[in-house]
């Protein structure tokens, strides 16, 4: 037998009317009326659509009730429509704040619609074409140059705990076939499918400008998506013992050099003293060895005229008639003899004084090579290279001591001597006159002699001669190492300065380093945080609060599409029967 449609359709009807008293229970059968309910925690995630430019558009909220207890529970939130996320029993509002529903338990959701109500963050995107603003809405198909810029800095009518302890995470979606020579200076880039991928951090408590270039073709672009949660980086306690063991070397060895520097301060200023003692010694020795010098002249006239007197003594001893010389006639020899002897020992002397100077320097031999690129500082070096050069001039010095000047010093002592003798013996057989034949024989000998004496004395004043033209070299020597000591000293008491605050600036490095990295590790220790409800203070036991935000879309406008106004549109009911009419 056929079904007729009719019947077909009624029990449809009916069908379809169960089926809708089974979807909507009243309150009384979900859940019993009055009864209390509870949760443990309550998460709110916070939805927001923004303007190409950053300005909340609309926003919402999803707050999720891990509840463990089933009944009626309150929630506070100014919103301006809510919505059971979860079944369809209702939800009261009351004044606009305080919110009323029943839940079961496990979990419980609904949304809360929120007008005009402020972000934790301003927001500012700006776009730049060709170095000018650009209005968005405008941007779209333009070609060109472009730059992005995303700043976010707190608002202050907001509680500060977000923008104190929320990390907010930026992501910037661009198409290759619309950007290229893209730049993101504080970016990291990665690959979405076949778009790239731009990412920004901003750490809690930081005010940031975002910035990204490229070149665009006919430009459109995606969303830019903010999202904003709690910080929460987990940084175990570093091993730094290595490192600040390394430190503590260093400064060490800073110590160390900054002693050493200053014992060599010390050294160069003692070489600075004895370098302007020879200096000064030196500049005596030359006065005296000129003076010498230049009497050099009558000391060899006087000379001949004692040969000369000799001469003549020895020649009349030879001859029957002797004119023996009278006393002031052996006298005035003797005088001469004493002068000349007098005029050796006071040459000696300034000799012997310079010799004295001289032999003071030490005669350590030093491995200067050790010193070839001690230091990368010019001016070191520089000193360094004057210190060697002193040294080697003090060494030709100390060589000449010893291979000419105190050789002479001896011979003239010798000599002096010699005429001293002679004078005494003259004088002596001058009071035992009785005795000619010893006193006839002594001056034959002395007249004798005398000529390999006077010989001696015109090679040691020649030598005296050319001693004091040469030794102008070794006085300018002196006076340049004195010179150079000065120098010396000055730059190694800067280098002294230098290393000694070095030394001060560098002696508590470890522990400053210690305290520096306590104190960054300290800027990421969030651990003071405790959750607050965006929505309202009044909400308590508050989980994870989140921000979940995207701009507008820049895109070309769609072509309009033609509409048939002449169709009119089917309501429910005839939706529904055209299910049953043959076509």
């Given amino acids: 037998m056929r079904i007729k449609q009719p019947l077909v359709l009624l029990a449809m009807i009916l069908l379809l009317i169960a089926s809708i008293s089974v979807a909507f229970p009243n309150n009384a059968v979900a859940i019993e009326k009055d009864k209390v309910g509870n949760y443990d925690k309550k998460d709110e995630v916070i939805y927001g659509n923004l303007t190409a430019n950053g300005k909340v558009q609309n926003m919402y909220v999803v707050n999720t009730f891990h509840v463990s207890k089933q009944g009626s529970m309150i929630d506070y939130g100014k919103y301006d429509h809510v919505r059971n996320l979860t079944n369809l029993l209702p939800i009261e509002q009351q004044d606009g704040k305080k919110i009323q529903f029943q839940a079961d338990e496990n979990e419980f959701y609904y949304q809360g619609e929120l007008q005009n109500e402020p972000l934790p963050w301003d927001i500012d995107i700006t776009y730049l074409l060709n170095g000018e603003r650009a209005s968005p809405d405008k941007l779209a198909g333009e070609s060109g140059k472009l730059e992005i810029h995303l700043s976010t800095s707190a608002n202050k009518e907001v509680d500060a705990t977000f923008f104190d302890y929320y990390l907010l995470q930026v992501s910037v979606t661009l198409d290759p076939e619309v950007f290229n020579n893209v730049q993101a200076p504080k970016g990291t880039e990665a690959k979405e499918g076949k778009n790239r991928l731009i990412s920004f951090n901003v750490m809690p408590g930081e005010e940031e400008e975002l910035v990204v270039s490229a070149n ?71 006065s005296g060895i000129q003076q ?151 001056l034959s000998q002395l007249s004798s002699q005398y000529q390999t004496f006077h010989h001696g004395l015109v090679d040691y004043t020649n030598g005296v001669n050319q001693l004091s033209k040469s030794y102008i070299e070794i006085d300018r020597g002196t006076k340049g190492i004195a010179n150079g000591t000065n120098e010396l000293e000055k730059g190694a008491r800067e280098l002294h300065e230098g290393s000694t605050e070095l030394r001060e600036e560098t002696k508590d490095l470890p522990d400053e380093m210690q305290s520096e990295i306590d104190e960054q590790l300290a800027s990421f220790d969030y651990s003071d945080f405790e959750a607050i409800s965006f929505v309202s203070e009044k909400n308590k036991h508050i989980g994870v609060v989140q921000f979940v935000l995207q701009t507008e879309k820049i895109e070309k406008p769609d072509d309009e599409v033609e509409v048939d106004e002449t169709k009119e549109e089917k309501g429910f009911w005839q939706r529904f029967l055209d299910l049953f009419r043959k076509k």
């Fill in 216 to 286: 665009v073709e006919d430009f459109e672009m995606e969303p830019i998506q903010i999202s904003a949660i709690p910080a929460n980086i987990a940084i175990d306690d570093p091993e730094f013992d290595n490192m600040k063991d390394d430190i503590q070397s260093l400064t060490d060895a800073i110590r160390d050099i900054d002693k050493g520097i200053g014992e060599m301060k010390d050294g160069i200023s003692e070489l600075k003293d004895g370098a302007k003692e020879l200096n000064e010694g030196s500049g005596e020795y030359l």
């Fill in 292 to 442: 010498l010098d230049q009497s050099s002249g009558s000391l060899i006239d006087g000379s001949k005229q004692i040969q000369g007197a000799l001469n003549q003594i020895n020649q009349a001893i030879g001859e029957e008639d002797i004119d023996f010389p009278t006393e002031e006639e052996i006298k005035q020899l003797t005088d001469g003899l004493r002068e000349v002897a007098g005029a050796l020992q006071q040459s000696s002397k300034g000799l012997e004084e310079l010799n004295e100077i001289i032999s003071n320097i030490p005669n350590d031999e030093l491995d200067l090579s050790i010193l070839d690129g001690i230091s990368e500082d010019a001016e070191v070096n520089e000193t360094i290279q004057s210190l060697i050069e002193i040294y080697n001039i003090t060494e030709q010095i100390k060589g000449v001591n010893e291979q000419l000047i105190k050789p002479f010093i001896e011979s003239t002592n010798e000599f002096a001597e010699a005429l001293l003798l002679i004078a005494d013996e003259i004088e002596e057989n001058m009071s035992e006159l009785g005795e000619l034949e010893n006193l006839i024989e002594g």
